[in-house]
């Protein structure tokens, strides 16, 4: 039981300490997972937070983007409306100057017609005199018309062409006049349209240098931004490419971890398969060893304790080692195959318990002690008194039907029991049934001891004894039970043996793949953690790409109108330039044409004049001449109807001469209010200009402003592009954060099938510590792995075997009480002894010396003690001196030399204490025939107390014999002894 306690108490304790680590990891599980999932709910709530936050900025972006941008639509609507300002004011000031030249034009007409009128009021003037001469002159000539008549007719009809031709060429000059004044405000509209066209073309162009100027500036920004996105994104594909053949060699070692923890996780089953099979084996081989070593160990000791005898051979027994001679009871001396035992123990009957002596004295002896002690009574069978059987009388018996043999002949037993043997079993025959036994005793008429293989008894006479066989003490089977399980426990325990060492082996080779693995998940773990970095870096490279590519076609995009618009714009600019320079120059044409045209009428006008005054003068001329003409042909009646009409016409030219004055009053106010008008257009021509260098300023400030909010809104831009990265990356591992919390969740429920809340009954609190959590908990992990499999149920089976072995205990604790006693009655017999052996050793050594001088014919022999503290322990030194050789060691001897020192010491203490009988084997066998004579004189000498059986082949020997023994094995398991007693000198012969 102490045998098997030992592992189950240790079993007991792995389970213990199974139960205990797991117990720790489950609480350091749990606390871990409270607090690591209190952690990523805190990183989640600040991812939560920052995201909030970000997202928060991110729509306060968006909302500042578009008042930004409403505000920069706003500025440029406001810039447009400067523009337009601007546009009408330049407009409203070329009307201006148009309405100047206008007025100055109509100044100019109406100073012609002041000077037109005068020149009217003059030539009223002259009329009036000429009236008056004429009327003086057609007084005059009243008495000369008829003389004038034909002079008139004549120059009448001179006067008459010329002034047709006057009139002709008044119409010319005055068609002229009129066609080069409608040419000439014809001009003057163009040119005012040229003007206002010219100023609308100019604000265009300035429009179309400011816009050139902010799509060139834009422009060289785009050329810049692709450049950079072209190259960003060759670098994003670089990295992409990079990261992609990262991710497949990550991959591909994922694919291996995975593919190696898959092998060793097969090798794991395997080997836990093979473990647990061997470990059942073990366990069974176990309980078997620990079975049959605890029968073997009880055996044993009720087979050394004599278990089953009777009292007084136990006590017998009990001074086995301490007298020579009691050789055993017959159980021990006899060895018999099981399918006969109980036949030879049935016909052995009580005489198994008997005790083998080797002398009648050592039985009288052990007699003695019994009576002394009023231990009981025994039997005892010296053998020296045993003289064997000569077996039956009628040996035909051995040949009947059924018959097995002798029961001596059954047994197997040392040369010297054989007598015994023999003598309690050769006249027993063993049969195989009762059946044959009866048969064979009826026939040799009851006379026969027959003996079953069932243990049924015959006994001569012919009464029987039979039935059940209940001898549970089973004497004469315990020393072949004892063989079978030493034998069997030698095997289990070689069985053991080597199924612990495959355990062992099954068991390193587990923990290596478990070690393996252990290594190959870490790197696993990190090759995951690498791939999910790299697949986060791969789509922040391809979010990246995809937000470049669309930068870059924007830009593109931007770029092509850019440049549609810039060519546009240049041809545009090209075209208001032709165009302005054409309007220029016509403008300068056209000026040039009107002073042409202004010389022209000038010329003209004086030519109107001149033509005027000469058609006129001619038709004046002709009037009067045709005044004169009717004057002369309607006699003096007309010349005084004329004489009244010119003095009607003085009336009307007084008349007209007053209207004109009047003309020219009015007309000169008209200048005057025209003059003003072109003050107050001066004025307001410097007011429009003071305007349009206002708003000029103004879109100035605007437009700087304007590229100040278009630099403000690329860097809001910016801002909310990062903003939204941020969103996403905050997104990203917010979702990392709460995968890891449903794994953490999944891990507990699977494992511990805890809930959160649950866990939270189980917290202990004074675990905070995240870092040394995770190292003893690695460290836990480790520490059950290396126990092994556990048997939970050893605690359970250690405790009952436990209160048994408490139990037993106690009475090993009684045992060792007893042990201490038997102790100190030895070291009372040790000290006994010791003085017993010194005395008889001094004895022995004198008595050697005397033997050793008989034998030897002189020299010297001596025993000494070698050095030692316990005279029962030391030692014995034997120096011999033959004659004619020096003082030496007996080892140093020859090999007769050596045997005859050795029978010299047998002999000095056979002297000393003789015994009844001895058994000499060959011990004369490396003497020489002189000192084999010496030795077999002197062993007749000691015939005289002792009786000597001397095996031998010396004839020195065989010649000091008083009777010789031959023993032949005529047949299987029967020997044959022949004893001679020959006379001396036959002998001799």
Known sequence: MEKQIGPLQKQSEVAREYLKKKEELKTFDINMF???????????????????LATDELSEAGIRYEEMKAEYEAIEEEVEEIDLSIEKAKSQLNETTLLKQQLEGQINVLKEQINTVRMNDEHYGKRQQTIRIELETREKQKDTLSQERADVTEKLTQISRQDQEAKQALIEVQSRIAEHSAEVEKKKQEIMELLNNRASTRAKIQHFDTTQAQFTTRRAELHKLILETASEGERQNSALRSYEEELVSIREQITRFSEQIKENEQKIGQYQRELSEKQEKLRVGQTAYHRESSRLESLKNITERYDGYGNSIRKVMSNKDRVPGLLGVVADIIKVEKEYEIAVETALGGSIQNIVTDTEETAKRMIQYLKQNKFGRATFLPLTSMHGSGGIRDAQALKEPGVIGLANTLVTVEAKFQVLA?????????????????AIARKYRQSLRLVTLEGDLINPGGSMTGGAFKNSSNLLSRRREIEEFEETVALLKKDMSAMEQEVSAIKEKRAACYSANDEIQQKLGNASITENTVKMNMEQVQAKLRELSERHR??????????EQIRQIKDNEDSIQMELETSERLEKEWNERIEELNGLLEQERIEETSQMRKSEEVHLKFASLEQQNTFILENISRVEEESARFAEELRELDQHKGNASEEIRVKEEQITELRQTIEDSKELFAEIQEEIKVQSTKRDELNQKHKTFLGKREELSKHMSDLDKECFRLNSQKEGYEEASDKQINYMWEEYELTYGRAMELRNENLTDLSYMKQQIQLLKQEIRKLGNVNVNAIED????????????????????AEATLVKIIEELDAAMRKQFQEQF???SSEFDKVFRQLFGGGKGTLELMEDEDVLEAGIRIIAQPPG???QNMMQLSGGEK???AISLLFAIQNLKPSPFCLLDEIEAALDDSNVGRYAQYLHKLTEHTQFIVITHRRGTMAAADRLYGITMQEKGVSTLVSVDLLED???K
Not at 34 to 52: A, D, H, N, P, V
Not at 422 to 438: M, P, S
Not at 554 to 563: A, F, T
């Open 34 to 52: 409270l607090l690591e999932t209190e952690r990523l709910r805190e990183l989640t709530r600040g991812i939560e937070e920052k995201l909030q």
């Open 422 to 438: 023999d003598q309690l079993l050769g006249r027993t025959i063993v049969v195989d049934h009762i059946d044959h036994g009866i």
């Open 554 to 563: 924007g830009y593109k995009s931007e770029q092509n109108e850019l440049e």
């Open 798 to 817: 250690y405790k009952n075997v436990s209160e048994r072995y408490e139990f037993l205990s106690g009475q090993h604790e009684d045992l060792i009480e």
């Open 842 to 844: 001094a004895l022995i």
């Open 885 to 887: 050789k020096k003082l």
């Open 899 to 901: 045997a005859l020192t």
């Open 986 to 988: 036959d002998l001799v």
